[in-house]
């Protein structure tokens, strides 16, 4: 199912949604923007960034074609029935996928509900973790979305030309040291890559495991964890979060 630019809906309908292009310039300006859209198609092969964010919109797609997303700054790409997903995308058939820890998350929700200003790193009131904490996994779960050949463009844009694993949050933590960075095509082969049609029951099935993992610090914990700081106890930087 390839997708298209077309006046009905399109995938370059599914990227201005994304970048959130006001309603009154979509309909005064809809040739600009069509015409902004297609350029920045073309680049999807080269520009692994927009691929990314392409990558995202393709796991929307399948989730539900009207999901919103978050804003940009916020650790989690997607959320799905009170899910966080964290998307993460690869090409070719000896791709490598990032899966880096983080010690700190930044959540515009939180920022917001704090009438704190959003998209600004600088503020403290939207951020989760702490600098001087063990880095660790955020979201409740990963999904690798893998392109195995990219020919053009109408292979990146090609809904079924990708495959899927979905992962739990306590899954990353089992399988995958503290401090690696990526994982090969070929380890996650051994967990089963799934067509769109199926990425949904997997993100069900692996979000509702049982894990023994330690969830994220809640928000009164960070807020003690940093007063420690703040007066040299440094022993609360020892809270296990895998």
């Known amino acids: 199912m390839q997708a298209t630019i077309t006046e009905s809906g399109t995938a370059g309908d599914l990227l201005a949604g994304r970048s959130r292009v006001p309603q009154h310039v979509r309909s005064t300006d809809s040739t600009a923007v069509d015409l902004f859209v297609r350029r920045t198609l073309r680049s999807l092969t080269t520009d692994a960034a927009l691929r990314a964010a392409w990558a995202e919109e393709v796991v929307g797609h399948f989730l539900d074609p009207g999901l919103e997303f978050p804003d940009q700054w916020s650790y989690y790409d ?10 993460r995308h690869a090409v070719g058939a000896r791709a490598n996928f990032p899966i880096e820890r983080k010690s700190v998350a930044f959540d515009t929700e939180l920022a917001r509900t704090r009438r704190a200003p959003p998209y600004t790193v600088e503020n403290p009131e939207g951020w989760l973790g702490h600098p001087a904490l063990p880095p660790q996994y955020w979201c409740n779960v990963y999904v690798f979305a893998w392109l195995a050949e990219m020919d053009s463009n109408d292979t990146v844009i090609d809904f079924d030309a990708w495959k899927f694993v979905a992962l739990s949050r306590g899954q990353m933590y089992r399988h995958f040291h503290a401090t690696q ?20 029951d997997r993100i069900v099935a692996c979000h509702t495991l049982v894990d023994p993992t330690t969830p994220p610090l809640d928000r009164r914990t960070q807020e003690e964890i940093r007063e420690a700081l703040a007066n040299g106890d440094y022993s609360a930087t020892r809270v296990r979060v895998s």
């Open 181 to 200: 960075n990526s994982v090969s095509v070929s380890v996650l082969k051994e967990f089963g890559f799934v067509s769109g049609d199926q990425l949904a």
């Open 78 to 87: 997607l959320a799905w029935r009170g899910i966080t997903i964290s998307v």
